[in-house]
């Protein structure tokens, strides 16, 4: 039941519910995509090179933990090719793979993950996030996709929709939505984006 309670949530961040089926790709912490690859290298070299010292440890532990070479580190993530949006460049969504798993980039429930640019085969982070839920949207601000990300608790949900600036991505509007019983009766309400 609480799924559809979430289907519901997300809609209602869209522009009109009418528009739910606008939805690009979406992923959550406990599921894998049949269109998830293993990355290129270089992709992940990007997301290694901007992760803090604590990330490289605990991934440099996972390495050892599972018999990985430094050369085949990129087989512990996966990543999706999104729907070009111009024609000299590559837009990519790119998490941590469930198999084999690496907890350096889990949490309890939720997952980070990345939306990469690559342009004649640099790679640029745009976003990174860390949630249960996220979409794409076919919606765009400055030339890229809306997101949406959602992080859940047993009692309420905080949802995230994000706009590209021009620069970077940032919070455009958030909610926060209470369950309130079984038969999904939620509390929605507007909450400020830099809580």
């Not at 609480?2 to 406990?30: D, G, H, M, Q, Y």
């Not at 992080?151 to 909610?175: D, F, M, Q």
Request: proline share 4%; charged share 25%; aromatic share 10%.
């Amino acid at each position: 039941m609480k799924s559809l309670c979430v289907i519901a949530v997300l809609c209602s961040l869209l522009p009109s519910r009418a528009n739910c089926s606008e939805t690009v790709f979406s992923a959550s912490a406990e599921s894998v995509s049949d269109i998830e690859k293993i990355p290129a290298s270089t992709m992940i070299d990007a997301i290694l090179s901007d992760a803090d010292n604590d990330d490289n440890e605990n991934f440099s532990g996972c390495l050892k933990e599972l018999h990985i070479d430094t050369a085949n580190r990129h087989t512990l993530f996966r990543a999706v090719r999104l729907p070009k949006i111009n024609h000299n460049e590559n837009l990519y969504f790119v998490r941590p793979a469930l198999e084999p798993y690496c907890h350096a980039f889990y949490g309890a429930h939720v997952f980070r993950f990345w939306l990469l640019s690559e342009k004649k085969k640099t790679y640029k982070i745009l976003h990174r996030g860390i949630g249960d839920v996220l979409q794409v949207l076919r919606k765009k601000h400055h030339g890229y996709y809306d997101v949406i990300i959602e992080n859940w608790t047993a009692l309420n949900s905080i949802v995230y929709r994000y706009h590209y600036s021009g620069k970077e991505y940032k919070p455009a509007l958030c909610k926060e939505v209470i369950f309130t019983n079984k038969e999904c009766y939620a509390v929605e309400k507007k909450i400020p984006c830099n809580r």
